[in-house]
């Protein structure tokens, strides 16, 4: 099982500002095949990147992921305050398909 | 567009069977997996296990001896039991579904069902 280590925990940016959130996986993961979701408060996941760097439907140019082998960036330029939310990452080259423990982006 | 509906009995007593139900609305069963997905505050999200179109199944081997995920394409619905469930099945369950056109790849979640287990 791929064990997906995410960092920082917590990110406390200002609108205006840029975000990088980090995924290090345990072993390499199979074909870039990593996404990038976004939870906000009492909603479901929303899946914002896929295949390690494409855009998934109605996501903003601002989202943009990055990586191979075992490290992965999603990074998030330009913030605004709608983007406080937590950001998983995910693996699902083989199964079982596992998440990172999440980072949790404040907007100041 | 894809709408998910999920169901299900909310409070359960250890050594019961937890049974989850999510229907598709808006597209038939082809091209897509459908999954469930649990999240709880201490381990996260984690999956369990998905379906697709052809019935094939993948699950968690963490959850496998006592899960079972099948799908009623007739009524387009997707159904998730886990057996002899204990306090640490207590999460929020979600359905979602993942469907991949060429490149392009979009998912659909339930609104997820809290489970509790309790005696």
């Known amino acids: 099982e791929i064990v997906l280590a995410q960092s920082p925990g917590t990110l406390s940016l200002s609108p205006g500002e840029g975000a990088t959130l980090s995924c290090r996986a345990s072993q390499s993961v199979s074909s870039r095949l990593l996404a990038w979701y976004q939870q906000k408060p009492g909603r479901a996941p929303r899946l914002l990147i896929y295949d390690t760097s494409s855009r998934a439907s109605g996501i903003p140019d601002r989202f943009s992921g990055s990586g191979s082998g075992t490290d992965f960036t999603l990074t998030i330029s330009r913030l605004e305050p709608e983007d406080s939310a937590v950001y998983y990452c995910q693996h699902y080259g083989w199964s079982p398909y596992t998440y990172g423990q999440g980072t949790k982006l404040e907007i100041k | 567009q894809v709408q998910l509906q999920q169901w299900g009995a909310g409070l359960l007593k250890p050594s019961e069977t937890l049974s989850l139900t999510c229907i598709v609305y808006?597209?038939?069963?082809?091209?897509?997996?459908w999954n469930w997905i649990r999240q709880t505050p201490g381990k996260g999200l984690e999956w369990i296990g998905e379906?697709?179109?052809?019935?094939?199944?993948k699950y968690n081997p963490s959850l496998e001896r006592r899960v079972t995920i099948s799908a009623d394409t007739s009524r387009n619905q997707f159904s998730l039991k886990l057996k002899s469930v204990t306090a640490a099945d207590t999460a929020l369950y979600y359905c979602?579904?993942?469907?991949?056109?060429?490149?392009?790849?979009?998912?659909?979640w339930g609104q997820g069902s809290l489970v509790t287990v309790s005696s």
């Open positions: 979602a579904s993942f469907h991949r056109n060429g490149n392009d790849l979009a998912d659909c």
């Open positions: 808006n597209k038939s069963f082809s091209g897509y997996n």
């Open positions: 379906i697709n179109d052809s019935g094939n199944t």
